[in-house]
């Protein structure tokens, strides 16, 4: 294990390129994958299969993303974003033309699961911050990681009309085909991150370690526990609102145009509060940032709940959640990087996510479940409530700089 | 070397919603139904247009509306008699579309299809 002496030297890159090409990777990786209910009455019908079937396939998804993020990342952080993005693009867009043949549930699974569950997890937005982080400089590190999770956002908005618009205008089957061809676009927007991998953004103060070092190192530093604990919460929070707010809203009485806008009003919104973040990050602190925000987080879903719901409520909530959805991603990854370093960050960001994707599950899961069996939401609501002031009060403590294990002795840096 | 900016976020998001713009509106175009088409359609009218004008059209089409979707201007609507897309576009509908499922997406990071959201957003039903 040995210091690095000095930051690698500067490959050629274009600074404009590298961002504006990042953010599309990360927009097409975030939108094919956010059309996919679209697909579920038509794949449903052709297959004569339920509707949980596909709900499976999705969940399955998802999983294999969680899991398969910290391998995704391993693999960048030791052979370069630009190999990773182009197996993951092969391996998305394969998923999602052999789900245009699936007639078995078990090609469905296969497809739709497994390989794309691979194929975003080699090509999602963490790929793309870890390559940002290396490529930017420090002080423009916390704002490419705002853009990357702003474009992400816009991505759900640019892919779900065209998924629906390619569905209508061609069946699904040459949709998903379509958006097959448009992850393979990831070929040619790849190229302006080859030079990510040393990078020019890594500092004096990171020592030099193989993979197995840095991971146990990130686990037993406090910091990093407590951060993947707190992500947990962010992910168990925003997959219960994807899915249970709009019918929790029809519920309460609220016309169901008005409960299907308010998704909109959500993801809109996300896009400005995600990048805003970035900017937030840059210039004050991430774990106080992060522990407001969860903090105003449980403040709007006590508010929501306890005052009458209203139209007006409604869309101001939605506005509220939209502004606090993802901006937890860059003031996360950035604490990561100040915390472990650019060097191992993919991996070890990835470590994070998964945390968040058990939570996102739980979320989707217990909300289902607490439903069936009270008739309310109100349980699992209280439970979302709690677990904000729980994820604020995990970021309180954590030390927002590098972790000794991670930095030349002496040089510790804030 | 200098990075982007503020700028740089402004112009990226401004050409993406062009392209996408353009790209939509290509697909609608190419998404309408035929005009021979009858049965169960997606009519979707100028947001100009008030309800009680929309519904005129509907009828002056030969058809009746069925419901009106989350969707301002977008009915699912019902004609049995041949060519009743190409009088609703007629009639001043912008479009008719098969009727299939429009779902607002907000996967977040995690996407799970959940029945009961999807019957919530589905316009066909």
């Not at chain 1, 423009?140 to 640019?158: C, D, E, L, P, Y």
């Not at chain 2, 175009?29 to 059209?57: I, K, N, W, Y």
Request: net charge neutral; hydrophobic share 55%; charged share 10%.
């Amino acid at each position: 294990m040995t210091a690095t002496t000095s930051p690698s030297p500067a490959p050629s890159i274009n600074p404009m390129l590298v961002i504006v090409c990042g953010c599309l990777i990360a927009m097409i990786a975030f939108g094919a994958r956010s059309t996919m209910g679209l697909f579920t009455a038509p794949i449903t019908e052709a297959n004569g299969w339920g509707r949980e079937t596909f709900a499976l396939a999705m969940a399955l998804q998802n999983l294999i993303w969680g899991m398969a993020q910290p391998f995704a990342g391993a693999f960048a952080d030791k052979f370069g974003t630009f190999r990773v993005i182009i197996a993951g693009a092969v391996i998305y867009a394969t998923g999602l033309a052999l789900m245009s043949l699936a007639d078995s549930v078990f090609l469905l699974m296969l497809s739709g699961g497994l390989l794309m569950g691979l194929g975003i997890a080699m090509t999602s937005f963490s790929v793309i911050m870890a390559s940002f982080a290396r490529l930017v400089p420090p002080e423009k590190r916390s704002w490419s990681f705002g853009i990357a999770t702003a474009a992400s956002s816009m991505g759900q908005f640019v892919f779900a009309p065209l998924g629906q618009a390619f569905i209508s205008g061609f069946g699904w089957q040459i949709a998903l085909l379509l958006l097959a061809g448009s992850v393979l676009f990831m070929f040619a927007l790849v190229l302006p991150l080859r030079a990510a991998r040393g990078g020019v953004a890594r500092d004096e103060t990171e020592l030099e370690m193989n993979i197995s070092q840095a991971l146990s190192r990130a686990v037993s530093n406090a910091s990093f526990v407590l951060l993947t604990l707190g992500f947990f919460v962010c992910g168990f929070q925003v997959a219960f609102m994807t899915v249970h707010f709009p019918p929790l809203l029809v519920q309460e009485g609220i016309d169901p145009q008005l409960a299907a806008w308010s998704i909109g009003i959500v993801g809109l919104f996300n896009i400005v509060g995600a990048y805003s973040a970035g900017i937030v990050g840059g210039k004050y602190s991430k774990r106080y940032s992060l522990t407001l925000l969860y903090l105003a987080r449980s403040v709007a879903m006590t508010l929501f709940f306890v005052l009458p719901i209203t139209p007006l409520s409604a869309m101001v909530f939605s506005a509220c959640m939209g502004l606090l959805w993802l901006s937890t991603v860059p003031l996360t990854m950035g604490l990561v990087t100040v915390i472990c370093g650019t060097r191992y960050m993919a991996m070890l960001y990835g470590i994070v996510f998964f945390s968040h994707q058990v939570g996102s599950f739980l979320g989707v899961w217990l909300g289902g479940r607490l439903y069936d069996q009270t008739g309310t939401y109100d349980t699992v609501w209280w439970i979302g409530v709690a677990l904000g002031l729980f994820a604020a009060l995990m970021h309180w403590p954590i030390k927002e700089m590098r972790a000794p294990a991670f930095s030349v002795p002496g040089s510790a840096q804030a | 070397m200098r990075w982007p900016g503020h700028g740089t976020a402004g112009a990226l998001f401004a050409a993406i919603m062009f392209v996408w713009l353009a790209g939509f509106a290509l697909f609608m175009h190419l998404g309408r139904v035929s005009p021979e088409q009858s049965g169960t359609v997606l009519a979707v009218f100028p947001p100009s247009m008030t309800e009680d004008q929309v519904f005129g059209s509907i009828i002056q089409a030969g058809g009746r509306p069925i419901r009106a979707t989350w969707i301002p201007g977008t009915w699912v609507t019902y004609g049995d008699k041949t060519g009743f897309a190409g009088r609703l576009e007629a009639q001043g509908a912008i479009g008719a579309y098969s009727s299939t499922p429009f779902l607002p997406q907000l996967a977040g990071c995690f996407a799970y299809v959940d029945a009961k959201a999807v019957q919530l957003f589905t316009l066909d039903q």
